[in-house]
């Protein structure tokens, strides 16, 4: 798994200061999408030194989110960060609803489901197709209505 670039937000993952991690090499090619760069196989090689690294750098988070990544890349590194870092963990990914290992519940906090569809928006969007849970106990929660402007 290679990424591109990270970034610190505090809208990605409502409620956290998340290190966002870009991971290139995205198979889903959305139209619309607002970062096709992803879609190259392109950037540095996310291995444990190289998270271990940018996590250190970035003082104050609560979470680090994977912005893309495949299932078992992303669920050996949120291991990664669970053993090693009293941080919440996030995954953006593009594939729909139980179109992964379900495993994947057992170490996640957050993960946000669906393709993008420009006609329907994305996630700030009351209309999207895409969905954000909070995981809780191995259940999902719906936490879409937290990127809409007025809430539920």
Known sequence: MKYLNTMVTFSEFPDEIALCINITNCPFHCPGCHSPELWE???????????????????????????????LSVY????????????????????????????IYNILDYI???????????????NTNQKFYKIENGQLIDW??????HGK
């Open 41 to 71: 196989d392109i950037g540095i090689e996310l291995t444990f030194d190289e998270l271990n690294k940018l996590i250190k750098s970035n003082k104050g988070i609560t979470c680090v989110g994977f912005m893309g990544g495949f299932p």
């Open 76 to 103: 050996d590194a949120a291991c990664f960060i669970k053993a090693n870092y009293n941080l919440k963990v996030g995954w953006y990914w593009g594939g729909e609803k139980n179109n992964y290992p379900l495993y």
């Open 112 to 126: 946000k489901l669906g393709p993008y569809d420009k006609e329907l928006g994305g996630l700030g969007s009351p």
């Open 144 to 149: 879409t209505y937290k990127f809409w402007k």
